[in-house]
């Protein structure tokens, strides 16, 4: 990929970080945890062929730093490449099909899905999900690729501080949604091992709690609490929490159920409709106006089939250069095993 010499001064590239972080106002006085250590050592790794992640946030918290050290990797990738041609920077939006019902409706109905489905018996301390990597290739003509590199992360932790983190590639397509022709493949193999990592106690830093939270809505208005949701929080700044204890446990079916009654009673939530998510099952798409960057909307995916909440997406509302509106920054998948 080449460059031109376009050039953009400090304050320029401040506001255009700022732009594209949709947790701007986020505290960053916390040590990194093992998830932060492992993108920031990918994104300066030498050689390293992964050029953009937009996964979306840590396991254990919501914090500014690891959106800061995503999107400068983001802002130095492509806004100086040459505008010779145009070219699709991110994943097609959700095609979402409007449903002539209401938020109630719809939560009452993925709420009885929970109770005819089995989830898992217990909390696990272990996470599965799919994120997604942006790589550019420039050929000699001019013609630029887009791929979506998808990738995979298993995380499993101990509240001493040890755990494992594995990293694999997934199938890559294009920004378009079409697959990527033979031998043009601008991405990892899919099944490589990008990074596994075991810690030993002390290696990262667990959730801000001493224990599992229980299956209890106190339980879990408690645990959220701990990862700063305010006492009556905005369906948006909910949405943000259940991502950040969705990197750090895999619940039960109770405590999905809570979270989708907090979700009911938050302010500014929208039922969006239905659509196929990226892993290719049915959701129900709610959608939120971020309170903290009005530049950005956040989805969260339920499944239409057991109920359970498998995904969430992060959309700017507002065009940004060569990133136009409805551009999807961000998303991530859980429950694909």
């Excluded at 701007?24 to 932060?36: F, I």
């Excluded at 993108?39 to 500014?64: F, K, N, Y």
């Excluded at 294009?174 to 596994?196: C, F, I, K, R, Y």
């Amino acid at each position: 990929m080449t460059f031109d010499q376009h050039r953009v001064d400090d304050d320029e590239l401040d506001a255009m970080i700022a732009s594209l972080d949709p947790l701007r106002g986020q505290r960053v006085d916390r040590p990194l945890t093992a998830d932060e250590i492992a993108l920031r050592d990918r994104i300066m790794a030498t050689g390293s062929h992964s050029l953009v992640s937009s996964t979306r946030r840590a396991p254990t918290a919501q914090v500014l730093l690891t959106a800061a050290v995503i999107l400068v990797a983001f802002v130095l990738v492509w806004p100086w490449v040459a505008p010779s041609r145009a070219v699709a920077l991110t994943p097609a939006p959700l095609q979402v099909s409007p449903l002539a019902i209401g938020v109630d409706e719809v939560i009452d109905m993925a709420q009885r899905r929970l109770t005819a489905t089995s989830g898992p018996a217990a909390i696990e301390r272990r996470t599965h999900a799919v994120g997604w990597y942006l790589h550019l290739d420039e050929a000699a003509d001019g013609t630029r690729t887009a791929t979506i590199a998808p990738e995979v992360t298993t995380f499993a932790w101990e509240y001493d501080g040890s755990g494992r983190m594995l990293v694999v590639a997934g199938v890559p397509y294009l920004a378009d949604g079409s697959t990527p022709p033979e031998g043009q493949l601008a991405a990892p193999e899919p099944g490589t091992v990008l990074h596994d990592v075991t810690h030993g106690p002390g290696g990262f830093d667990p959730p801000p709690v001493d224990d599992d939270p229980g299956e209890s809505y106190d339980d879990m208005r408690a645990v959220l609490t701990a990862f700063g949701v305010p006492e009556r929080p905005s369906a948006s700044a909910l949405m943000i929490g259940i991502d950040g204890l969705f990197h750090s446990w895999t619940m039960t079916d109770a405590q999905h159920h809570h979270l989708l009654d907090m979700l009911r009673a938050a302010s500014g939530l929208e039922f969006v409709g239905e659509a196929t998510d990226r892993g290719g099952r049915p959701v129900i798409v709610l959608g939120a106006d971020s309170t903290l960057n009005p530049d950005f909307r956040h989805l969260l995916l339920v499944s239409g089939e057991t109920g359970r909440i498998v995904g969430t997406e992060d959309v700017r509302l507002a065009p940004l250069d060569r990133l136009p509106a409805g551009s999807v920054t961000a998303y991530t998948l859980w429950e694909t095993e």
